[in-house]
């Protein structure tokens, strides 16, 4: 095994077996498939198997299954080995290993470390620790890390003195660090020391344009049942963040009308902002008021013609309340206006709703009458709804007319149909991408 090629494989999901087709093999009860690969450098059956050893209490196994990827060094096997270790109470175990990679020189380590320590009870241990390496370290870590030790007077001095850094090159000149940030940690302190109307006054002095600050007042103010002030920041909240604090909070406490209420009454019929309109009707829909919800999502996607999110949100609600023929005709309204034209992206969306009126081999008959309905890119379309009818197979076939078509979606078909060697061989066809490919000379085009 070779640290760079797993965490090749781990980061894009490519040339292996990923989590979810582990998943999906233990759930169809081939524990035996993830534990043979779990010892041939598939690395998400291996946590996956090491997993369930240590829930068996053979803790010792589950670490023999791991040795060989902590063997290669590569910091994502020592980082879930201690996490394992640590839920099983080896506390001392997981400490060691996150000490080992901090000698090693691992980048991240010192920062896993003084949190694991933190956790368990040496909070001033890790405090000092971190304390002479404060400018390599985001100043999160030491702000949460003081709140256990008791230190948050001297973490408070150390954020106060970012308090005039105005990030020039956001965020590389300071890991983040700047003004906006100091005054949302700042807060977070006051808050925790009970001085919670100078962690309010803080924070409505910044100005990010993150919005980071903002979510966080909101937040606080829910927390505390601060009502009147979150109606208030509501008001002037553009972003949204404090009406969505608003109506959580009334919610929980039953009020569902106050909840409706406050979408409502500050975005109109949540029409100006996506994001509260997707809210409100989550939340309508939440309390069995799901054509009210419909007519929320139908504002959105007639202020947002095209919106593929908004459409697959209305869809979706749609179907759940039985009116396939609502969605279809908000549908066919926009491809009207667009002179009949309708791109695969947008046509997608009717395939279930054409399933749900009139059938599934309508809806396939529809799909593949579309300009690009024998593309690869629809291939995964039609497969999916080829599965979702029970017609699997029909499902493999059509995948495997598209060498270009997902290749996770073609084993986790042939899985389901229990063809595990053909699943498996699929996807170590794919070769994974280099997680930084050259930039070729001459080229002034990012390496992303």
Not at 271 to 295: M, V, Y
Not at 375 to 390: C, Q, T
Not at 405 to 427: F, M, P, Q
């Amino acid at each position: 095994m070779d640290a760079t090629d797993l965490e090749r494989r781990a980061r894009t999901r490519s040339g292996c077996i990923p989590p979810e087709l582990v998943s999906k093999l233990l759930e169809r009860n081939h524990g035996d498939v993830v534990e043979l690969y779990a010892g041939r450098g598939e690395w998400f059956c291996a946590l996956a198997w090491a997993g369930l050893l240590g829930e068996q209490g053979r803790q010792a196994d589950a670490l023999d299954v791991l040795a060989p990827y902590l063997g290669t060094g590569w910091w994502t096997a020592v980082v879930a080995a201690a996490e394992l270790s640590e839920g099983w109470g080896r506390v001392d175990e997981a400490i060691e290993m996150t000490r080992a990679g901090m000698k090693a020189g691992h980048p991240m380590a010192l920062k896993v470390y003084a949190r694991l320590l933190a956790r368990h009870g040496r909070a001033e241990e890790a405090f000092t620790l971190l304390r002479p390496h404060i400018g390599e370290l985001s100043l999160d870590v030491v702000v949460d890390i003081a709140g256990a030790a008791g230190r948050d007077e001297e973490a408070a001095e150390l954020v106060f003195a970012r308090m005039d850094h105005r990030c020039s090159d956001f965020p590389w000149c300071c890991r983040g660090d700047d003004r906006e940030a100091a005054i949302g940690l700042l807060a977070k302190i006051r808050e925790r020391q009970g001085r919670t109307d100078e962690a309010i006054t803080l924070l409505r002095t910044a100005t990010t344009r993150l919005l980071n600050n903002r979510r966080q007042l909101a937040a606080l103010l829910a927390r505390h049942g601060r009502l009147d002030e979150l109606r208030a920041a509501a008001a002037t909240d553009d972003a949204g963040y404090a009406v969505q604090e608003l109506a959580r909070l009334l919610e929980e406490r039953g009020d569902v009308e106050g909840a409706i209420a406050a979408y409502r009454q500050f975005d109109g019929t949540a029409g100006r902002n996506p994001n509260s309109a997707f809210e409100l009707a989550q939340l309508l829909a939440r309390h069995g008021r799901g054509d009210e919800a419909i007519d929320v999502m139908r504002v959105q996607a007639d202020a947002r013609k095209g919106d593929d999110w908004i459409l697959h949100t209305l869809s979706d609600l749609c179907l759940a309340q039985g009116r396939p023929e609502t969605g279809l005709a908000h549908l066919d309204a926009i491809a009207a206006a667009r002179g009949g034209e309708e791109d695969w992206e947008l046509y997608l969306i009717r395939l279930p709703l054409i399933a749900a009126r009139d059938g599934v081999d309508e809806a396939l008959a529809q799909a593949r009458s579309h300009a690009e309905g024998d593309s690869w890119y629809a291939a995964s379309d039609i497969a999916e709804l080829l599965a979702g009818a029970r017609r699997t197979e029909e499902a493999v076939a059509v995948l495997r007319r598209h060498p270009r078509a997902s290749r996770r979606d073609l084993a986790g078909y042939l899985i389901d149909l229990g063809r595990i060697e053909e699943a498996v061989a699929v996807l170590h066809q794919a070769t994974p991408r280099p997680l930084n490919p050259p930039i070729p000379a001459g080229s002034d085009d990012p390496p992303f």
